[in-house]
Nanobody
Framework: QVQLVESGGGLVQAGGSLRLSCAASGRTFSSYAMAWFRQAPGKEREFVTGRSWSGENTYYANSVKGRFTISRDNAKNTVYLQMNSLKPEDTAVYYC?????????????????WGQGTQVTVSS
């Protein structure tokens, strides 16, 4: 069982930066692929980025490539999402998700554990 708790969301102006954190419980964090998804009002949840449990593969949605970076600190059981050059269309609730020994790809059905989400609002 893994529990995920996101933090770091907030209100930021367009062009600004935020770093989201997702703290995980449990002693096998390093065995999980971790990903970030987001959901804007009236829209479906969409994949943002993911990293395989081995760390060999990292995936980004085209809409965030070059602006967002996923990283993880296994010693702290935490995954991060660094978001730069934020745009109003990045406004959404951001969720982290975990998939045991997963590949970190964009299929939300592959992820067994989800956080409660953190709101990111980008003003124009």
């Amino acid at each position: 069982q893994v529990q995920l708790v996101e933090s770091g969301g907030g209100l930021v102006q367009a062009g600004g930066s935020l770093r989201l954190s997702c703290a995980a419980s449990g002693r096998t964090f390093s065995s999980y692929a971790m990903a970030w998804f987001r959901q804007a009002p009236g829209k479906e949840r969409e994949f943002v980025t993911g990293r395989s449990w081995s760390g060999e593969n990292t995936y980004y949605a085209n809409s965030v490539k070059g602006r967002f970076t996923i990283s993880r600190d296994n010693a702290k059981n935490t995954v991060y999402l660094q978001m730069n050059s934020l745009k109003p269309e990045d406004t959404a609730v951001y969720y982290c998700a975990a998939d045991y020994r997963g590949r970190g790809t964009g299929n939300p059905g592959a992820y067994s554990y989800w956080g409660q989400g953190t709101q990111v609002t980008v003003s124009s």
